[in-house]
């Protein structure tokens, strides 16, 4: 009889243990879906993220205007306009943008999408960290904001700009870790060691000198059935190859066609990259044709375009490679009209302000000397 009783009690225990350990994965289940849901971007050090507004100091009664849909260029534009200067010892220095282009053109497509995605209790939080120098002197920068939409204005609070971390060098390694850089930017209300210098739309949050309030133009926000309809019709544009025409949709209704730069072009079609509505391989196709697209430029233009694109991260060595091959191999009935000396003379400056090779230019010029 006894034996029973105990097998019984020990049944009871296994139940209630699977029971017990039933109920606590799914608990751990459910908040590992939500930790994913709120993570946008995350690449090596840099990351975009939704926050809870609980988890910052002052404002936990603060909701914003979450979901909001913005044109494409908003963010783009509003954190260019940000600069700030750096107090060293021979004092201030002088204004600078706060990021570079080729911070905006990795974090906007996802920082727009997180706008899209967060509640009225979340605001997105950007840790976007990048690598300056070579060798001995290679050091990480990283610049700590949050963001968010309220009362139609966007707020972008900074903790951290281009901030560079005290290396210690232990027996072996040497200490980098992002958490002991991280600042929750409403922790603070201002930094002793830069400030954000005010531009026309732009205001201090009372009391902190680290939170910008921004104004924003009527058109900024679009419905969310509307949201990337601009992407389209830009990239409609591009390929009908129209610029300041009037275009008819279905409908007969005409409208202008402004035209876009390459950067902008190229910043839209990440998004679209971004947000999953193209592949890969079209992003790589409609980049090639954005880059293929032809100007009334001088040949000196194009190639200083094309190297400022390179250098902002816009485009990779192998795509400026590509491109200079293309821009050597065009047939270009300008050239044939102009006198030869004065076309080999540009190819030369091009080869001295070490925009093409000397292997470059040796090819161009025997191209030119047979179609003379």
């Given amino acids: 009889m006894w034996h ?12 209630c243990g699977a029971i017990g350990c039933t109920n ?11 930790g994913q849901s709120n993570n946008i971007f995350n690449k090596g050090k840099t990351y975009v993220k939704l926050e809870e507004v609980k988890s910052t100091k002052g404002t936990s009664k603060t909701f914003f205007d979450h979901p909001k849909y913005l044109r494409s260029d ?12 750096e107090k060293g010892i021979k004092g201030w220095s002088k204004e600078q943008n706060v990021f570079l282009e080729s911070e905006l053109f990795n974090l906007v497509p996802h920082i727009t999408n997180a706008i899209t995605k967060a509640s009225p209790s979340q605001y997105v939080l950007v840790n976007s960290a990048y690598t300056k120098g070579k060798g001995f002197f290679k050091s990480e920068l990283y610049t700590i904001f949050g963001l968010f939409v309220s009362n139609d204005k966007l707020n972008v609070v900074f903790s951290r700009i281009q901030y560079e971390p005290m290396i210690e060098k232990g027996e072996s390694s040497i200490f980098t870790d992002t958490e002991a850089v991280f600042v929750d930017p409403f922790s603070i209300k201002k930094n002793p060691f830069w400030q954000i210098t005010l531009r026309s739309g732009q205001r201090f949050n009372k009391g902190h000198n680290n939170w910008l309030i921004i104004d924003l133009e ?9 949201y990337g309809k601009e992407i ?27 035209q876009m730069s390459i950067k902008d072009q190229l910043l839209e079609l990440k998004e679209l990259e971004t947000t999953g509505l193209i592949t890969e391989e079209d992003y790589e196709l409609r980049k090639a044709l954005i880059l293929g697209s032809k100007k009334e430029k001088s040949i000196k233009d194009k190639f200083n375009e ?3 694109l390179k250098e902002g991260g816009f485009i990779s060595d192998i795509d ?25 003379a540009e190819y030369l400056e091009l080869r001295d302000e070490g925009f093409i090779t000397d292997k470059d230019y040796d090819y161009k010029k025997k191209k030119l000397l047979k179609e003379f």
Avoid: M
């Fill in 24 to 34: 606590f994965n799914l608990f751990g289940r459910k908040d590992q879906i939500q």
């Fill in 320 to 344: 400026y490679e590509h491109k200079k091959r293309e821009l050597l191999d065009v047939n270009d009935e300008s050239e044939r009209k102009r006198d030869i000396k004065k076309v080999l």
């Fill in 4 to 15: 029973k009783r105990i097998r019984f009690i020990l049944l009871f225990i296994i139940l």
């Fill in 74 to 85: 908003v963010i783009s534009t509003v954190l260019s306009s940000i600069y700030f200067k």
């Fill in 232 to 258: 389209a019709i830009s990239s409609k544009q591009e390929e009908s190859k129209t610029s300041g025409t009037r275009e008819t949709i279905s409908g007969g209704q005409p409208i202008i066609v402004k």
């Fill in 306 to 308: 094309l190297r400022k």
């Fill in 218 to 226: 009527k058109d900024t926000f679009v419905k969310k059935e509307d």
